[in-house]
């Protein structure tokens, strides 16, 4: 076997390949005597198929199974000899037939990961939020916890208004006709949710209990049932109570609902808890804006096939996310395709991130031990309340190598961001609002 390797590009190489005739002969002979020890013929017994029944009944199946045997044996070979780095099956692009007393050549094209050698990456001038408290954040977080805490009582109030709930029977019919859904009693709707068709909850408002009043829409053009999307409506609604959300009174009692004793308490936390988010989301955004500087000063080229192994962890992570609050992909009109195709720019610069800081890491020497690995396995199971036991299960495999990798690219970050030039500024300085057009 002979191999030729030429570089396409810093992330493909194609490999040129002749097989002599006497190995192409050795495998067609292998072929030949593995399918005559299982050949089911008309007139022979099992095994005894003479050979040349065999090329006029088998010739293309052995000539698939050798083609397949040598390309196969031959690329890996290949992989080995020449340390060739791949990260995904060959495509072959060329192929000549298989034949006996004449040699096998083929081509192939393999994508591989890039050498890459990080640059310029030390002292990076970036700018950074400054963080600033902000009192009004505990008000509103505290009327967001009334509102959930909310309960719902009948009003003493004849007129609905946007806010209440409303308790309705309502019949739908289109052009005279009911249609299927569009019936239901004692319905419960928040009006101002904006959870019922387009100008149904607006006609709602101001309706009196037990007042009965036809209620005309028009469903979107872009309605579920397409035998309704786009057509005008009419339904019948009966008003039967009014009911409207009843806060608490925020007080020491309040905060006790919370697992707090005083509303002290409770402000004290709400303002601990926002400036912990709010620093981790600047923390974030200033390792995002290095990122970007050192890509910027590091021009990497990426296969596509880390660029479709990124896609698809990031199309796993937005199901599981989904999944957990109830949703899908299809509830927001996504497909794979479209997800794929949305994602894309942002797949590619994780991968090239990822490559350049694995890079810099084996450039500085920067590596993550074994201690390091059992302390976070140790948070880990801490803030799951887990047994450790059942996480070191967990992250067992490719599971431990993901994660330590991802240990490295945060230690890695640290220490840029420690030898960077960080300039911190206000969020208004940062990223300046956009002017409204009148």
Known sequence: MTVEVKDLSSVKKELVFEVGAE??????????????RTAKLRGFRAGKVPRKVLEQHYAHQVSDRVLGQLINETYRKALVEHRIPAIAEPTVVEVSGVEKGKSLTFTAQVEIRPEVVASNYKGVE???????????????????MR????????????????????????????????????QAQDYSLELGSGS?????????????????????????ESYGAKELAGRPAIFKVLLKDIKEKVLPELNDEFAKEAGLETLDELRAKIAEDFETQEKSRIDSDLRERLMTELLERNQIEVPEAMVAGQLDYMLANAKGRLQSQGMSMEMLGLTPESFNENYRDTAVKQVQGGLLLSAIAKQEGISVGDDEVASRLQEIADAHNVD?????????????????????????????????????????????AVEEKE
């Open 196 to 220: 019922f068709i387009p100008g149904f909850e607006d006609q709602i408002v101001r309706m009196k209990r037990d007042q009965e009043k036809d209620v005309e829409v028009t469903f979107p």
């Open 126 to 144: 970036v700018k950074k939020e400054l963080y600033v408290a902000d009192a009004g954040i505990v008000d509103a977080r505290l009327e967001e």
């Open 23 to 36: 190995a192409v002969a050795v495998e067609i002979e292998k072929a030949y005597k593995s399918f005559g």
């Open 147 to 182: 509102n959930s805490a909310a309960k719902l009582e009948s009003s003493t109030r004849k007129v609905a208004r946007e806010g209440d709930t409303v308790l309705i029977d309502f019949e739908g019919s289109v052009d005279g006709d009911t249609f299927a859904g569009g």
């Open 388 to 432: 450790l036991d059942t996480v070191k299960k967990s992250y067992s495999g490719n599971a431990r190598q993901g994660l330590v990798a991802q240990m490295t690219e945060d230690k890695v970050l640290e220490s840029l961001i420690a030898e960077a030039v960080v300039e911190e500024v206000s969020k208004d300085v940062l990223t300046p």
